[in-house]
């Protein structure tokens, strides 16, 4: 039996790592997510791949570099053989960063400063999320015309992904464009060639479609960093099934039966993330809104919104969200300054997560980027084991947790812009489906 990991994946938030770990599971590597950097006692893992999910995507550029070497080194001593980046599909960032110094920095070490190449491709085509010409799309629109370009913490007014990403490093940014992806791995691997000679240390590659991602996977099999969101990822484990390295139909997302009480937790502000919350109300079920200026003056919204939502638990799951429109959510920010704003949230959430918990939830699904983050980390997770998903980039995990008294906790994270409108109702009806 192989006695360590292939793949050593780095992502820079809670739901994205969830999201990686889908993909490859659904490509049948057996996955371990960890919440952070495990301590140096915590050796051994018995998976084909490890996520370390960070919380690194809207801090201190240098501290996301540090969480992000940590990182680096812990798979590396775990012996995996490639590392993966992964940032989100919407290449959240800001001029900058993260993306660019993360990137540049594991670089660094794995080449010599200075040295070294990699791709940067977040395109997800099944979740219609594309990169042509350079330029990422989200649906039909241009990232720019999205609902990302008023994202609170990270918004994409660009989306020429090789200019924003050039703001971002010292080194040189390029294109592998379409024209050559769709001639398949050889041709992407003559432009790297190509690239590399020109002096540029990063490339921006076109897909639209999973056939792009599957040539762009064999491309990258040398490649000791791949930087990307989760897209790329279904086209890694091939790589290492050719040399005999995984079995076939090995079986990889099985989960134990879920129990207990379910609820919601919601501090998404997405466009999808609203669409799911009216969804969710316009058929009835109980909600509670979370009101940021209400809990900045001082009011105990966590015990209001658990003496709301305890006696309701046994009827079936209830949301509780701090999901609001754009307009209300600037308001709030332009009150009470973003940072604040946000922190604020997180910890009531999280608080109120917790609560649930202790009540008995045993079934809880987190929307939003920031806040699985706080959830998780409120709850003091470790380790999560990767099960089916739900919608595309939305897996249901499960983990013991303390606040559950050791029980296992089964754990939905959903990035904000992930998920059908009907999300919410159906997540709960496939995991009682896959029992």
Not at 222 to 238: E, H, Q, R, W, Y
């Amino acid at each position: 039996m192989r006695g360590r990991p292939l793949l050593g994946c780095i992502a820079d938030d809670f739901t994205g790592a969830t999201d990686l770990a889908n993909n490859l599971v659904r490509s049948g590597m057996r996955t371990v997510q960890v919440i952070g950097v495990p301590d140096q006692a915590e050796a051994a893992v018995d998976a084909d791949a490890i996520v370390v999910a960070l919380k690194s995507r809207t801090i201190a550029p240098a501290e996301a570099i540090a969480q992000s070497l940590a990182a680096l080194r812990w798979v590396q001593e775990r012996g995996a053989e490639q590392i993966y980046f992964k940032y989100c599909s919407t290449f959240d960032s800001t001029p900058a960063g993260n993306i660019g110094p993360v990137t540049e920095a594991l670089l660094d070490v794995l080449h010599g400063p200075g040295g070294g190449f990699t791709i940067a491709c977040p395109a997800f085509p099944e979740n219609l999320r594309t990169v042509y010409k350079g330029h990422l799309f989200a649906g039909d629109q241009l990232l720019s015309d999205s609902g990302m370009r008023q994202h609170p913490l990270t918004p994409m007014t660009d989306a020429n992904l090789v200019r924003v990403m050039q703001a971002q490093t010292r080194r040189k940014v390029g294109l592998v464009a379409h024209e050559v992806v769709r001639q398949g791995a050889a041709a992407i691997t003559e432009r790297f060639e190509a690239l590399q000679a020109a002096g540029i240390g990063v490339a921006i590659v076109d897909a639209i479609a999973n056939e792009d991602l599957l040539s762009i996977g064999r491309a990258v099999s040398g490649m000791k960093l791949v930087t990307a969101g989760s897209g790329v990822a279904i086209a890694l484990p091939p790589n290492w099934r050719v040399r005999g390295l995984l079995s076939e139909g090995r079986p990889a997302d099985s989960l134990p039966a879920a129990k207990g009480l379910r609820a919601i937790v919601s501090g998404s502000c997405s466009q999808a993330t609203n669409a799911q919350v009216l969804y969710f109300k316009q058929q009835g079920e109980p909600t509670f809104a979370v009101d940021p200026l209400a809990i900045a003056a001082g009011d105990d919204v966590v015990a209001r919104a658990l003496e709301w939502a305890i006696p309701l638990l046994q009827a079936g799951p209830v949301l509780v969200h701090a999901t609001a429109e754009a307009s209300t959510v600037k308001a709030v920010q332009a009150e009470l300054g973003m940072a604040r704003a946000g922190e604020l949230v997180e910890q009531c959430l999280s608080h109120i997560a917790t609560g649930l918990v202790q009540a008995g939830v045993r079934q809880l699904l987190v929307a939003g980027g920031e806040t699985s983050g706080a959830v998780v980390q409120a709850l003091d997770l470790r380790q999560m084991m990767i099960g089916p998903q739900i919608d595309p980039g939305v897996p249901w995990t499960c983990a013991h947790a303390v606040a559950a008294g050791g029980e296992t906790l089964h754990l939905a994270l959903k990035s904000g812009n992930f998920g059908s409108i009907d999300f919410f109702v159906k997540a709960f009806a496939k995991l009682e489906a896959t029992a």
